[in-house]
Structures are given as structure tokens and as C-alpha cells.
């Protein structure tokens, strides 16, 4: 797996990924992260509760997260990690008829086991240290939403820690891609994808295969990313790759 696990492990790479996928707002209470960000995916603003507290204290802090997002005409979604989380937090927003949603794997895999297993015929990767146009075309092409996407280049801005930008290339095409960002001694991976005439032909691999590098020269031991607990063949990639769950996780949305 690469990692012990543990709530303050699972708390503190939850922590890293809020940062690489920074909000444009961000308020702390309390060891509560309350964040808001317009036009982002709807995970960039989700509530991170990490902060302890009894049963009133904690329907006091949901009834002010929920003021929060009321404030900004948004509504209140929560990330949900037992142990990580308060003791009752679920089951208080259950009762308040948040539902349960989105269940998602937290995996690691240590970085040279990446790249052990990386395919032997690995594609061409290029590594930029911000964002281009022909990355984000394919980013944008797999996972993008419509609309302006202003909203996502400037939440990569936002970003101040060391990051690396991955382009799988086919001849001169870009065709995969990933994001990579360190942060005290882990790597976090994000946006992963692949174009549909790219699959099957080892080009996420050699995305991670050149994280996994890009780590070693970084001082990471250790890579971490988040994916859908239902996304098969993600998992399958990811567990080929040497990455193994170190926690579950859902999330409480709209009642």
C-alpha cells in the first residue's frame, strides 16, 4: 500500500489534496475547512470537518457551514471519512436528511513501486510545470463540464505548491494527462485522463510512471490519489500501478 494507515494520515492527505485543488474561498473553524468555489467541480467546495466536538457542538458547526454556502447562494455538501471525521457527524446529517453519496477510495503506493511495475513500453511523456493548452484540451475534452472554463485555470493558478503537468504523447499528439503536486513529503495525483482512441495502450502508465520519477526527484517516497469506488477500470489501472485503498470515503449532499 506504501502507507500506514490511520486517522491522521488519512486526515493529513486529505488536507494535501484541499490544497492541490485549492477553493477561491476558504474559511477554517475549528479545524473545518468551509470552502466555496464557483464554478469548479462541486468536490473543490465541499465542507473537510477534521475538527472534534461533542453532538451540540457539532449540529452548531454544521448549522454554520450551512449559513456559510447560504450566504454565497450555494448549498452545503460535506466530505465524510470515518475516523477522520467527528464521531456522529454522519449520522447527524443523515438525520437532517443529508444523503449519502459519491463513495470514493483513498489509495497510495510508494513511488518506486510505480515505477517497477511500470510498462516496459512506456509512451513519451512530457513534464511542464504549469498547465498548457494542449493539456488542458485533454483534460477538459474527458472530464470538462461545458460552460467557461476560467473557473478551473484559475484554481490551477492557485496552486503554490511544486507541480508537475504530465502529457502522454502519440507522435506529436497529447493523448493522456495527469497533475502532480508535492507537498511535505507526498505526491498527490488529480486529473487523470485519457483520450478514448488512447486507451489500452499503456499511456496512463506511463503517466504514472513519470510521476513516480518526478517524486523521487522531489524527496516524495510516497503517492496518493482519490478515485471513484465504482470506477473499474481506474481501480484496475490504479492496483496494477501498485496502489492499494487506505481508506473509504463519502459524501453528504443536498437534502
Given at each position: 500500500m506504501g502507507a500506514e494507515s490511520g486517522p491522521e494520515t488519512v486526515r493529513g492527505l486529505q488536507e494535501r489534496a484541499a490544497r492541490a485543488l485549492p477553493a477561491s474561498t476558504v474559511e477554517h473553524s475549528d479545524g473545518w475547512w468551509l470552502r466555496h468555489a464557483p464554478g469548479c467541480a462541486w468536490w473543490v467546495e465541499t465542507?473537510?470537518?477534521?475538527g472534534d466536538g461533542g453532538r451540540a457542538a457539532l449540529a452548531c458547526r454544521v448549522t454554520g457551514a450551512e449559513k456559510f454556502y447560504a450566504d454565497r447562494g450555494a448549498t452545503a455538501r460535506f466530505q465524510i471519512t470515518p475516523g477522520a471525521c467527528p464521531p456522529g457527524l454522519d449520522a447527524l446529517l443523515a438525520e437532517r436528511g443529508y444523503r449519502a453519496e459519491s463513495p470514493m477510495s483513498l489509495q497510495t503506493a510508494s513511488a518506486v513501486r510505480v515505477l517497477c511495475d511500470a510498462p516496459a513500453n512506456s509512451l513519451r511523456v512530457r513534464l511542464d510545470d504549469q498547465p498548457t493548452s494542449g493539456w488542458f484540451d485533454v483534460w477538459s475534452a474527458v472530464h470538462g463540464r461545458g460552460g467557461t472554463s476560467a473557473p478551473e485555470w484559475d484554481m490551477l493558478r492557485r496552486v503554490n505548491a511544486p507541480s508537475a503537468y504530465a502529457s502522454a504523447m502519440i507522435g506529436g499528439a497529447v493523448v493522456a494527462v495527469g497533475r502532480a503536486v508535492v507537498d511535505t513529503g507526498w505526491v498527490g495525483l488529480f486529473g487523470m485522463a485519457t483520450a478514448p482512441?488512447?486507451?489500452g495502450r499503456g499511456a496512463a502508465r506511463s503517466v504514472?510512471?513519470?510521476f513516480a520519477e518526478w517524486a523521487g526527484g522531489h524527496h516524495a517516497?510516497?503517492?496518493y490519489l482519490q478515485v471513484e469506488q465504482?470506477?473499474?477500470p481506474a481501480q484496475r489501472l490504479y492496483r496494477r500501478a501498485g496502489f492499494g485503498e487506505l481508506a473509504g470515503y463519502h459524501y453528504r449532499g443536498v437534502r
Amino acid at each position: 500500500m506504501g502507507a500506514e494507515s490511520g486517522p491522521e494520515t488519512v486526515r493529513g492527505l486529505q488536507e494535501r489534496a484541499a490544497r492541490a485543488l485549492p477553493a477561491s474561498t476558504v474559511e477554517h473553524s475549528d479545524g473545518w475547512w468551509l470552502r466555496h468555489a464557483p464554478g469548479c467541480a462541486w468536490w473543490v467546495e465541499t465542507v473537510l470537518p477534521h475538527g472534534d466536538g461533542g453532538r451540540a457542538a457539532l449540529a452548531c458547526r454544521v448549522t454554520g457551514a450551512e449559513k456559510f454556502y447560504a450566504d454565497r447562494g450555494a448549498t452545503a455538501r460535506f466530505q465524510i471519512t470515518p475516523g477522520a471525521c467527528p464521531p456522529g457527524l454522519d449520522a447527524l446529517l443523515a438525520e437532517r436528511g443529508y444523503r449519502a453519496e459519491s463513495p470514493m477510495s483513498l489509495q497510495t503506493a510508494s513511488a518506486v513501486r510505480v515505477l517497477c511495475d511500470a510498462p516496459a513500453n512506456s509512451l513519451r511523456v512530457r513534464l511542464d510545470d504549469q498547465p498548457t493548452s494542449g493539456w488542458f484540451d485533454v483534460w477538459s475534452a474527458v472530464h470538462g463540464r461545458g460552460g467557461t472554463s476560467a473557473p478551473e485555470w484559475d484554481m490551477l493558478r492557485r496552486v503554490n505548491a511544486p507541480s508537475a503537468y504530465a502529457s502522454a504523447m502519440i507522435g506529436g499528439a497529447v493523448v493522456a494527462v495527469g497533475r502532480a503536486v508535492v507537498d511535505t513529503g507526498w505526491v498527490g495525483l488529480f486529473g487523470m485522463a485519457t483520450a478514448p482512441r488512447a486507451r489500452g495502450r499503456g499511456a496512463a502508465r506511463s503517466v504514472l510512471a513519470a510521476f513516480a520519477e518526478w517524486a523521487g526527484g522531489h524527496h516524495a517516497d510516497t503517492m496518493y490519489l482519490q478515485v471513484e469506488q465504482d470506477n473499474v477500470p481506474a481501480q484496475r489501472l490504479y492496483r496494477r500501478a501498485g496502489f492499494g485503498e487506505l481508506a473509504g470515503y463519502h459524501y453528504r449532499g443536498v437534502r
